[in-house]
C-alpha cells in the first residue's frame, strides 16, 4: 500500500542543524529535475513581481526570501515540515514507532518543488504551490507530469495506491486506475451530499492515520481499501475504469 498525500501550503521551520543535501531525497532519478526546479524558484522569489507568480500576499514577505536560500536553510524530516488541517489529523508524532517507520514506508508526499518525497526525506521549509507558473520551468503540473510517470509507476508496480491529494496535485502524476483509489469527502446537509474543503483535508489525514495505525494486513485491493474505511466510516466505492481509478468516496453526517 501506498498513500499519496499533498504537501500543506504552511510549512513549520527546522531548528537550526544540517543544511540541505540532495543526495537524501528518495527517487534520485529527480534530482536534476529538482535541482531546476530550485533555480527557477531562486531566481522568481528574487524578482520584482516574486509575490504574483507565486501567488502569495505581502504577510508572506520571509518565506518568498527564504526561497533564495533553500541550500543554507536547515531541514526535518517531511513529516515535521508539513503542518496544517491533514498533517494534524495524521498525528505522525503520536505514533508509536512501529507505526511511524510505517508511515515512512507507505507515505509519498508528491510536491512543486521536490517531485516526490519519502515521508522521511530531510527538507527546509519553503514556499511553492504545484499551480505556480514559474518562468523558468512553466507550470510546475505539466514540468513534474514529464518527470513522475517512469520512477512512480515503477515506484508504485503491485502496490494499491490511495490518493489523498486535491487536484492541483493529482495532475503531475496518474497512478494506474486499476490499482489506484481516489479518496473524496462529503457531507450530508438537509438530505443532500455536498463537497468538503476543510473537512476533507481533515478526513484523508484521519484516513491514512487509519491505514497506518490499524491492525491486520495493508489493503491490497479497492474492496479491501472501502472495508477498512467502512470500520470507520460511512463509505462507497466507485468503479475505475480505464482512465479513471476507484473513487473511494467518504459520507460524514
Known amino acids: 500500500m501506498l498513500i499519496l498525500l499533498p504537501p500543506s501550503e504552511g510549512k513549520t521551520p527546522a531548528?537550526?542543524?544540517?543544511?540541505?543535501d540532495p543526495d537524501k531525497l528518495h527517487f534520485p532519478d529527480l534530482t536534476d529535475?529538482?535541482?531546476k526546479v530550485l533555480a527557477a524558484l531562486a531566481d522568481a522569489s528574487s524578482a520584482g513581481d516574486a509575490h504574483a507568480v507565486l501567488g502569495v500576499g505581502p504577510s508572506l514577505a520571509a518565506e518568498v526570501r527564504r526561497n533564495t536560500v533553500l541550500h543554507d536553510e536547515p531541514c526535518a524530516p517531511a513529516h515535521r515540515i508539513y503542518s496544517g488541517v491533514l498533517y494534524d489529523a495524521l498525528g505522525y508524532a503520536e505514533m508509536t514507532p512501529a507505526q511511524q517507520a510505517k508511515a515512512d514506508a507507505a507515505v509519498v508526499v508528491i510536491s512543486g518543488l521536490w517531485g516526490a518525497l519519502g515521508f522521511s526525506d530531510p527538507i527546509p521549509a519553503y514556499r511553492l504551490s504545484m499551480a505556480v507558473k514559474l518562468p523558468e520551468t512553466?507550470?510546475?503540473?505539466?514540468?513534474w507530469k514529464k518527470h513522475l510517470g517512469g520512477v512512480l509507476d515503477e515506484y508504485s508496480a503491485g502496490h494499491l495506491v490511495v490518493d489523498c491529494r486535491s487536484s492541483t496535485y493529482s495532475a503531475a502524476w496518474a497512478p494506474e486506475p486499476s490499482?489506484?483509489?481516489a479518496v473524496n469527502v462529503f457531507q450530508m446537509r438537509n438530505g443532500k451530499r455536498t463537497v468538503v474543503s476543510h473537512f476533507a483535508k481533515h478526513t484523508r489525514g484521519e484516513l491514512a492515520r487509519h491505514l497506518i495505525t490499524r491492525g491486520g494486513d495493508d489493503p491490497a485491493t479497492a474492496e479491501q481499501l472501502l472495508a477498512a474505511a467502512q470500520e470507520k466510516w460511512d463509505a462507497e466505492l466507485v468503479p475505475a475504469t480505464a482512465r479513471k481509478p476507484f473513487q473511494l468516496n467518504i459520507i460524514l453526517s
Do not use: Y
Open 138 to 143: 512553466g507550470k510546475l503540473a505539466t514540468f
Open 33 to 35: 529535475a529538482r535541482k
Open 179 to 181: 490499482m489506484a483509489a
Open 15 to 20: 531548528a537550526p542543524g544540517s543544511g540541505f
